[in-house]
Structures are given as structure tokens and as C-alpha cells.
């Protein structure tokens, strides 16, 4: 069977949905003949040689939901080659997000739905929301995220520090609750803490110029360091350093950081969205705050800070609950099963 990605040129950037493509492009690459097409302008579809190549070639073509913002690629999915079978992997789409399901995009997503023949969601929050808009049961595959080996290595914990260390792994993005989170923290500077930032910051430079001078304050006061894209081994001695993994987004589908923060015995405080409700749950691996109950947020943070006893038994809940976690195979195999079912191989 041939396969075929269309991925964003944002492809090499350490993000979730980025690093599930490449993950699922390996695992099948080793089972199938795969070819990725990295969408950077307009005119890769409007030539025409996209189109060619799926319909002589390819069996399974598989589109990354940010992808469909672009008008290009919306023709193109309208046109699309008969005989070949369309996977949208939903990483994030405006209709399944409570925040922006009434949205002009959500529409446009809407529409382009019955294009499709099947999904790969990575939660089955995402699934759920695919299925009320119409979409039939057997065209949905749940695909959890995995693991990478790394992840099930002994935790490393140096002594403990003389000040909780908080981090978030986060996209410096507007839709993260990054500000919000600024705020809540300086209204607790009467607390010993230290934040701990890891995410990317060149998808959105102008929010992220903004969210720098947010920081200026906490900066200054040796509260805050923001670390940017780091390599895995940084990654994961952050998470065994830390005490306690926080993430504001104001939505996940999934929350691949969560699962990671949670195998290094991180409890987990983050607002109840999306797939994270999935993974967490409230009052015995986490706490999970109602979306938009900022007070409620602060109050939790305040009682993480202030109690390492809870953080304790919260973490080691945490690291029992990532043992159910899938590996990156596992995952592959999930993909490549449900590829098999509806290509009829």
C-alpha cells in the first residue's frame, strides 16, 4: 500500500501534533511505501503535480488538520482524486474546540468533512465531537499518543529543592494561558516557587514579544526561566527536577506533555478541556479546574505549593496511571489497523 502525507512547513518544530506525524510516518514507513509532501505555498496544489501523484500512484492520503485553513488546500479537497482514500489526522480543529466551535473556520472545517474517509484523533474528546457532527462511528480512529522509551527510564530526582519548581512545556501560543498564568503567579509572590518554561516561541513572534514582556517582572525577581525548544534528554531531566507540572491552555485535544509530565511522577494542575480529562483526574493524579475559574486555578497552585505531602502522593498516582499509557508502536499499530480496515487491504 502507498501512503501519502501532506504536512504544514511548521513540520520540524518540536510541537505535539509534529512530533505524532513524524512518529506515525516511521512506524508505517516500515510497513508500507510512504512519500510527505510539505505543503509551503499555494502553488504545490494549484500545478496540479500533487494531484497527479495521488491519483497514479497513492492509496491513502493523509492531510494534517492545520492544513485546512489554507483556501488551496480546501480546493484541492473538493477536487480530490477518486479511488484514493482521505485521513484527515485531527491534531486541532476549530469545531472541536469549545472556544471557537461557532467560528467562521469551524464553518469552513465543517463543510469539508464528508471529504474525508477516515479520522485519526488522538483523543476521545476529538472523536466524540467528529461523531455529533455526522461523522459515522466506523470512520474514527482514537490514537493516544505514545511514549518514547526514554519516558519509562528511572526517574533521576536530585535532593529536593529548597523552593518548589513549577513547570509548563508549552507552544508560546495565545490560546496557552500563558498571561492569565503570569498573573496568578504574581499574586502568589508571598510563596516560594520557581516556574520553568520549555516551549517553541516562532509560531505566533509577535504574541511571543508580547508574552516576553510579560515575564520582565518575574524576570527580573529570579522567578521565572524560559528555557525555549530543547533537545528529549534536557527535556525529561527538566520533568525530574521539577515538582509540579502546570498547563493553563485553554484547550488540548490530547496533551502528549501531560502524559510525559505524568510517567516522570509529575502531578498535573490544568484547566478540564478538551482530552486532558482523558488523562488526569481530578484529585487523584491532578487537579483539573473548571474552564475559566481563574480563582479556583490559583487556589489549587497555592495548595500544590504549599503541601509537598500532596504533591507526593499526587505524583506517585501520576506515575502509576502513565504505566497505562501506549508506546509510540503501539500507536503505530492502532493507525495502521484502522488504515487496513477502511483501504480494504
Excluded at 501512503?3 to 520540524?12: D, L
Excluded at 473538493?78 to 480543529?93: D, I, M, N, P
Excluded at 533521576?156 to 501560543?173: C, H, M, Q, Y
Excluded at 493553563?248 to 510525559?260: K, L
Aim: with cysteine.
Amino acid at each position: 500500500m502507498h501512503i501519502q502525507f501532506f504536512i504544514p512547513s511548521i513540520y520540524q518544530l518540536p510541537t505535539g501534533g509534529n512530533i505524532f506525524n513524524r512518529k506515525i510516518i516511521d512506524f508505517l514507513s516500515d510497513v508500507h511505501a510512504v512519500t510527505v509532501t510539505v505543503y509551503r505555498q499555494s502553488s504545490d496544489l494549484k500545478t496540479g503535480r500533487v494531484q497527479a501523484d495521488v491519483s497514479h500512484k497513492t492509496h491513502i492520503v493523509f492531510v494534517d488538520s492545520l492544513l485546512l485553513r489554507e483556501p488551496s488546500v480546501r480546493k484541492f479537497m473538493k477536487r480530490k482524486a477518486s479511488g484514493v482514500r482521505f485521513v484527515l489526522l485531527v491534531h486541532y480543529l476549530h469545531l472541536i474546540d469549545p472556544e471557537q466551535e461557532n467560528s467562521p473556520a469551524a464553518q469552513q472545517e465543517l463543510e469539508l468533512l464528508s471529504t474525508f474517509d477516515g479520522f485519526v484523533t488522538t483523543s476521545g474528546f476529538s472523536a466524540e465531537k467528529l461523531i455529533r457532527q455526522g461523522v459515522r462511528f466506523s470512520k474514527v480512529c482514537v490514537a493516544q499518543p505514545g511514549l518514547d522509551l526514554i519516558y519509562r527510564t528511572e526517574i533521576r530526582k536530585n535532593e529536593p529543592a529548597p523552593i518548589p519548581l513549577l513547570l509548563t512545556v508549552s507552544s508560546i501560543l495565545p490560546g496557552k494561558g500563558l498571561p492569565e498564568f503570569i498573573s496568578i503567579l504574581e499574586k502568589q509572590a508571598d510563596l516560594d516557587w520557581q516556574w520553568q518554561i520549555v516551549g517553541e516561541a516562532g509560531l505566533d513572534r509577535e504574541f511571543y514579544r508580547k508574552f516576553d514582556r510579560h515575564l520582565e517582572g518575574l524576570r527580573r525577581a529570579g522567578r521565572v526561566v524560559y528555557h525555549g525548544s530543547i533537545v528529549l534528554s534536557k527535556l525529561v531531566r527538566l520533568y525530574d527536577e521539577a515538582d509540579l507540572f502546570v498547563l493553563p491552555s485553554h484547550f488540548e485535544s490530547c496533551s502528549m506533555v501531560s502524559m510525559e509530565a505524568m510517567s516522570r511522577g509529575l502531578p498535573v494542575l490544568a484547566y478540564q478541556v478538551g482530552g486532558l480529562q482523558e488523562i488526569v483526574i481530578n484529585g487523584q493524579n491532578g487537579y483539573l479546574i473548571p474552564p475559566g475559574n481563574v480563582s479556583e486555578f490559583s487556589r489549587s497552585l497555592w495548595k500544590l505549593i504549599s503541601d509537598p505531602g500532596l504533591r507526593k502522593q499526587l505524583g506517585e498516582n501520576a506515575l502509576l496511571s502513565s504505566r497505562e499509557f501506549p508506546g509510540w508502536e503501539d500507536t503505530g499499530n492502532t493507525v495502521n489497523n484502522f488504515l487496513m480496515k477502511i483501504s480494504h487491504f
